[in-house]
């Protein structure tokens, strides 16, 4: 079965800090893969999307930016944390050609810049 | 763009009564594919029901189920018999079916539902 590993679940950086949250899938293959983010109370904001190995497409220019080295495996990055940042970031996957099938979301990562 | 329009930010329920949260959204598309996503407490956010434009009769999840107005862009989720479980956020999303988008969804803003012993 397929599963979506994110880590970590909490982070408390200071401004100015590098970022790298990690997602990675298992179970599948060549899996469609996204970042959103989730302010308090409110609904997900895409920030990146990818279809395969090197190709990142960004919806919102901002801090932040994303890679994916493998086929299975998602970053998310920054160099320079702001404290706008802040907020509940949620990496997920649907396959390829399935558009009827929904997401299978990561656990997410709560982080808080201060 | 497309839009997803939750209206109702906060609903309660009494336990083992029905409540019916609602979403319309925006597009000029004719074939999209749409769903609810539940996201409780713990943050966890899982699918619950999904529904294609091109089909008529409206998904069925055990005691979910949706009531999808394609013309009127309307799309609500309707839950039977309200489980003190089912208290969390719910978030209505709409993916076009065209290729290119790469399943990107767009999501409303959510309803929070309370769910009263």
């Known amino acids: 079965s397929q599963t979506i590993h994110q880590w970590p679940a909490t982070l408390v950086q200071p401004v100015g800090s590098p970022l790298s949250l990690e997602c990675t899938v298992e179970?599948?293959?060549?899996?469609?893969l996204y970042w959103y983010r989730q302010a308090a109370g409110r609904g997900l904001q895409l920030l990146f999307y990818?279809?395969?190995?090197?190709?990142i497409s960004s919806e919102v220019p901002q801090n932040l930016s994303a890679s994916r080295p493998q086929d299975r495996q998602f970053i998310l990055s920054s160099k320079k944390l702001l404290l706008s940042d802040s907020g509940f970031y949620l990496c997920?996957?649907?396959?390829?050609?399935?558009?009827?099938?929904?997401?299978?979301f990561g656990s997410g990562t709560r982080l808080t810049v201060v | 763009a497309q839009t997803v329009t939750q209206s109702q930010p906060e609903m309660s329920v009494q336990e083992a009564e029905t409540v019916t949260l609602s979403c319309t959204y925006d597009?000029?598309?004719?074939?999209?594919?749409l769903f609810w996503y539940k996201q409780p407490p713990s943050r966890q956010m899982i699918l619950v029901i999904r529904?294609?434009?091109?089909?008529?009769q409206n998904a069925t999840e055990n005691r979910f189920s949706v009531n999808f107005q394609k013309a009127a862009k309307s799309f609500s989720l309707k839950i039977s018999d309200s489980q003190l479980g089912d208290a969390a956020m719910y978030f209505c999303?709409?993916?076009?079916?065209?290729?290119?988008?790469?399943?990107?969804?767009?999501f409303g803003d959510g309803t929070t539902l309370t769910v009263k012993p």
């Open positions: 597009t000029s598309e004719s074939d999209y594919y």
């Open positions: 529904q294609e434009a091109y089909k008529q």
């Open positions: 179970g599948t293959s060549n899996p469609n």
């Open positions: 990818s279809v395969g190995i090197g190709q």
């Open positions: 997920a996957w649907t396959g390829t050609g399935k558009s009827n099938y929904g997401y299978t």
């Open positions: 999303a709409y993916r076009s079916a065209v290729y290119t988008n790469a399943g990107k969804s767009t």
